[in-house]
């Protein structure tokens, strides 16, 4: 772009350019604001990194800490994560939540049906560890890394939304620095647990025996007597005591 006078001379000189000119430019002016120089594996990393899909998941009360980051006052889809309701469309799973005994199929089997490369976030203590539910409960998983491989660990009780986006920001680093050639080496091969096992069914330990037998049906004799319940003697002992009374 050239900028004359009226008189037609111009008002700058030959080796002088306009650096913000009104007008749209017609050919480029310079050939580095146009041209980009990079490898298949940055353009491929910056492209994942950027629309990550988190699959909508939750078990347990991190969900509603998770669920508020899908509001407008954290704003979720600003890091270009876009929720997904299934996991075949998802490459994150955040495993919001106390994770049973009884989810934990469940849970492989979402993380299965994702394709790869995917990516967990584990959330919450309960989830980390079993939390609260680590001492006494007979049925929650103590760590979800037993399960599935987890890259990225929130702790907290439950963890706040702004932990959530530090997580995603140290997952990005992670896939802005992996490579193609490298998937097949750090390739998750061995796993705690999956579907396709190899273990035998056996007979179960706990059978409700003990709970189904005559003791646990009712107090002892003695506590009864000492409660002032009703007594009801078993056939034998009804027996047994007219032979007592008469041989007294």
Not at 148 to 156: K, S, T
Request: proline share 8%; glycine share 6%.
């Amino acid at each position: 772009m050239v900028m004359k006078s009226p008189s037609g001379n111009s008002l700058i000189g030959d080796n002088e350019r306009v650096m913000n000119p009104a007008a749209p430019p017609a050919v480029t002016q310079e050939l580095s604001e146009n041209v980009i120089l990079t490898t298949v594996d940055d353009i491929y990393n910056w492209t994942r990194l950027s629309s990550l899909f988190p699959l909508l998941y939750g078990t347990a009360c991190c969900f509603i800490e998770f669920a508020a980051l899908l509001g407008s006052r954290f704003d979720f889809d600003r890091f270009g994560l876009a929720p997904r309701s299934s996991p075949r469309q998802a490459d994150l799973l955040i495993t919001a939540g106390t994770v049973t005994m009884k989810m934990a199929p469940a849970l492989v089997r979402l993380y299965e049906q994702m394709p790869e490369p995917k990516y967990v976030i584990a959330m919450g203590a309960c989830t980390i560890t079993g939390g609260m539910f680590s001492v006494d409960s007979p049925s929650a998983v103590r760590g979800v890394d037993k399960l599935i491989p987890v890259d990225v660990y929130i702790p907290g009780c439950p963890p706040r939304p702004e932990a959530i986006f530090d997580a995603v920001i140290k997952l990005r680093k992670k896939v802005a620095n992996e490579s193609m050639r490298e998937r097949g080496i750090l390739e998750q091969t061995h796993r705690y647990y999956t579907r396709a096992h190899k273990m035998e069914a056996v007979a179960p330990i706990l059978t409700g025996n003990y709970i189904r037998s005559a003791t646990r049906a009712a107090p002892s004799k003695e506590l009864m007597q000492s409660m002032g319940m009703p007594v009801t003697l078993p056939e034998a002992e009804k027996a047994a005591q007219p032979e007592e009374t008469n041989n007294g």
